[in-house]
Nanobody, 116 residues
Framework: QVQLVESGGGLVQAGGSLRLSCAAS????????MGWYRQAPGKQCELVAR???????NYADSVEGRFTISRDNAKNTVYLQMNSLKPEDTAVYYC??????????WGQGTQVTVSS
């Protein structure tokens, strides 16, 4: 089992920045990919960004160039630096980890609200 604890959400004005953190604990040796998903009210959950154990990153087109995902394997933590935030980035952001055996783990979610 893997436990994920997120922090760093909040309220920010458009154009501002936030950094989300997600600390993993438990059977962390089996984690392959870590990433962030988000779900806005009335919308489907979508992938925001992910990073593999080797450092390969993927981003949603809507955040490319504004968000940066990074991973500190020594601290078992993944970060999402969000710059130039827009009101449409408002959502609950969920940390995700995928094990080598394709097991999915989720954090509790953290609210990000961007005011116009």
């Amino acid at each position: 089992q893997v436990q994920l604890v997120e922090s760093g959400g909040g309220l920010v004005q458009a154009g501002g920045s936030l950094r989300l953190s997600c600390a993993a604990s438990g059977s962390i040796g089996g984690i392959n990919t870590m990433g962030w998903y988000r779900q806005a009210p009335g919308k489907q959950c979508e992938l925001v960004a992910r990073v593999s154990s080797s450092g390969t990153t993927n981003y949603a087109d809507s955040v490319e160039g504004r968000f940066t995902i990074s991973r500190d394997n020594a601290k078992n933590t993944v970060y999402l630096q969000m710059n130039s935030l827009k009101p449409e980035d408002t959502a609950v952001y969920y940390c995700n980890a995928v094990s080598l055996f394709r097991e999915f783990y989720w954090g509790q979610g953290t609210q990000v609200t961007v005011s116009s």
